[in-house]
């Protein structure tokens, strides 16, 4: 099945093709300032010319699903829905949290923990097994204390994503390393859309919505 892989839910603008469990083309940027709206259609676009197909031979859309940038969020999910209802095409969504940890599975910690900065003292975050990928506890909006995750403070741990920088500095974790400089890919997406896709589970289209964790705040001009 030739999928096209969406992932928006941060600074890093993703998008990958596959064709089964292989990727054809890959074409991300990270961005300080979101340029999702900006880079997402035209990565799309230059992801298929590298894969050499046609946005017609796309099957199925892959879609990273949150927690993390609420803007973000909205234009991968408008993009996904837009892109499955020209082509009907079925949807498959994905914890962006899930493609946070991939990269850095069968290493040697016993967990990995993916925290994506959510301003001020507040983490998204999840725990994943080290080995296999399984979620040990689900997605959780934590606010960082000295207390937060000490249940795990004598597993060896990676804590990756780029709210681990301000964990750091505040859990107290002796047996934990650190990498801030991770975020979600479209690469990533793969191996669960494959999965999913082997076994049928897709997305309600119409009424979808991403994994916002927490409502939206906006804040009001004066």
């Known amino acids: 099945m030739k999928i096209l892989h969406l992932e928006t839910s941060s600074k ?6 596959s064709e089964g469990d292989e990727l054809l083309c890959l074409c991300e940027e990270y961005s300080e300032n979101y340029k999702q709206s900006e880079n997402l259609h035209k990565f799309v676009q ?19 699903m949150g927690p993390g940038s609420y803007t973000g969020l909205r234009i991968g999910a408008a ?64 606010i960082l204390d000295e ?21 750091q500095e505040i859990l107290q974790l002796p047996k934990a390393d650190y990498k801030s400089g991770a975020y979600p890919s479209a690469r990533y997406l793969l191996r669960r859309a494959s999965e999913k896709a082997k076994a049928g589970s897709f997305e ?3 009424y979808f919505e991403p994994f916002y964790l927490k409502d939206f705040h906006g804040i009001k001009k004066q």
Not at 12 to 17: D, G, I
Not at 102 to 114: K, R, S, V
């Open 12 to 17: 890093n603008c993703s998008v990958a093709v």
């Open 46 to 64: 230059w992801a298929l010319e590298g894969a050499e197909l046609k946005l017609s031979d796309i099957e199925c859309i892959s879609l990273g």
């Open 79 to 142: 993009a996904a829905k837009g892109f499955c209802f020209a082509l009907n095409v079925p949807l498959i969504a994905i914890n962006s949290m899930d493609t946070l940890v991939e990269p850095f599975l069968g290493m040697e910690y016993d967990l990995i923990i993916p925290m994506i900065d959510a301003r001020r003292m507040e983490v998204y975050t999840a725990v994943y097994d080290g080995k296999s990928g399984d979620s040990v506890q689900p997605s959780q909006a934590l």
């Open 147 to 167: 207390t937060g995750l000490a249940e795990f403070a004598e597993q060896k741990i990676l804590i990756v994503g780029d709210g681990a920088k301000k964990s």
């Open 204 to 206: 309600d289209i119409a």
